[in-house]
């Protein structure tokens, strides 16, 4: 179990899937509610949430994360919902910063309870930060998140900045048509003047109100024109297995990313899967099909029987999404009960 030494630990095979990828990261979804309702997610009502006890418990996670680990799985990602309105996930966090194994552990959060949150959860062991931020201007952010934050959500960005531990900090911007052209230029200025990584994302079809459609994608390429204009860029290309596009200010003054999976999908060599707050295993983020470990981790299933139903269901992950497919099925699961 965690904190046992590296040297009596049993290594595993690594994780491979049946195109010869090798799986390398873990979102995991600790909760599907969330304190925003983000037009391009769920609706101002929200969702019927989970019942408490239909959640994996710090312990249950903790558990397949260690499995995962020594399969080679070492970048882990804690998302929601919103994870940070998880009762104590600080202690989640030192539960798995105390794997020996782990070679990353990052969130994704709506920044909103960050700047009370944060201090613990670095002292917990978080190492990186990634906050969703989709307008720098109040009434606009109002109108995109239902919710009058911005200011808080600026203040939990300054308070992560405080923790020289926490790097980088990501800030993830949805682009959507006939919205985000209007902050384009005011985040290529935001990644110019402050320590953040900005990075557009592309609007998937994973929103609850199934209301996506191609035209209301900004597909990147647009927004890389709309920024040069105006601040030269210069390619530095995509890492492997990473989702960005990343490039600098031809002046030197910082970098910004775009993740393009509607334009410029990067599944060739996706590294990722996915467990949901309820313990899904999902091995593409568009999956039709999952796994249900909560069941074996309840059942009493062994450690083998676990490994047996991650790698049988990874042997048979996606090649790739099928969004430009005439024949693509929006999952039934939308992005807040996926986790991103
Ligand atoms: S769409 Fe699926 S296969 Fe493609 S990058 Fe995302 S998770 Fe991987």
């Known amino acids: 179990m965690p904190g046992s030494d590296v040297a009596t630990r049993e290594v595993l095979e690594p994780l491979v899937d049946g195109h010869g990828r090798p799986i390398g990261d873990v979102r ?14 769920m609706p ?21 994360v260690d499995l995962l680990v020594r399969m080679g799985v070492g970048d882990v990602r804690l998302t929601g919902g919103e994870p940070l309105v998880r009762r104590e996930l600080w202690r989640l966090v030192a539960m798995l910063d105390a794997i020996p194994e782990l070679d990353d552990l990052s969130l994704t ?8 949150q944060v201090d613990e959860l670095v002292a917990a062991g978080l190492r990186r930060v990634n906050v969703s931020l989709d307008s720098l201007v109040a009434d606009r952010f109002f109108q995109m998140t ?22 980088p900090i990501k800030v993830n911007v949805v682009a959507l048509r006939d919205f985000t052209e209007d902050e384009v230029v005011r985040f290529a200025e935001f990644a110019r003047t402050e320590p953040y990584e900005v990075r557009f994302i592309e609007f998937m079809p994973l929103d609850a109100d199934r ?7 900004l597909p990147n390429a647009e927004i890389v024109a709309m920024i040069d204009a105006v601040h030269p ?10 989702t960005a596009r990343r490039y600098r200010f031809a002046d030197g003054q910082g970098e910004i990313g775009f993740i393009s999976p509607v334009s410029e999908p990067f599944c060739g060599d996706c590294n990722r899967i996915r467990i949901t707050a309820e313990g899904m295993l999902r091995t593409c983020l568009f999956s039709i099909n999952e796994t249900d470990l909560r069941a074996l ?18 042997w048979r992950k996606e ?18 009960r996926i986790g991103g």
């Open 233 to 242: 860029l210069e390619p530095l290309g995509r890492k492997v297995h990473s």
């Open 319 to 336: 090649l790739k999404h099928r969004i430009d497919d005439p024949a693509f099925i929006q999952p039934p699961r939308s992005m807040s």
């Open 28 to 41: 995991i979804s600790v909760i599907d509610r969330c304190n925003f309702r983000c037009q391009y997610c």
């Open 44 to 64: 101002a009502e929200g969702l019927p949430w989970l019942d408490r006890s239909a959640l994996l418990s710090y312990e249950e996670i903790t558990r397949l």
């Open 146 to 167: 239902r919710r009058d934050s911005l200011a808080q959500v600026l203040a939990g960005l300054e308070a992560a900045q405080r923790h020289e531990a926490l790097r």
């Open 211 to 217: 209301a996506w459609s191609r035209d209301r994608v």
């Open 109 to 116: 959060t709506n920044g909103y309870l960050l700047e009370r």
């Open 297 to 314: 981790l309840r059942d009493g299933a062994t450690n083998e029987e676990l490994e047996t139903a991650i790698r049988d269901a990874v």
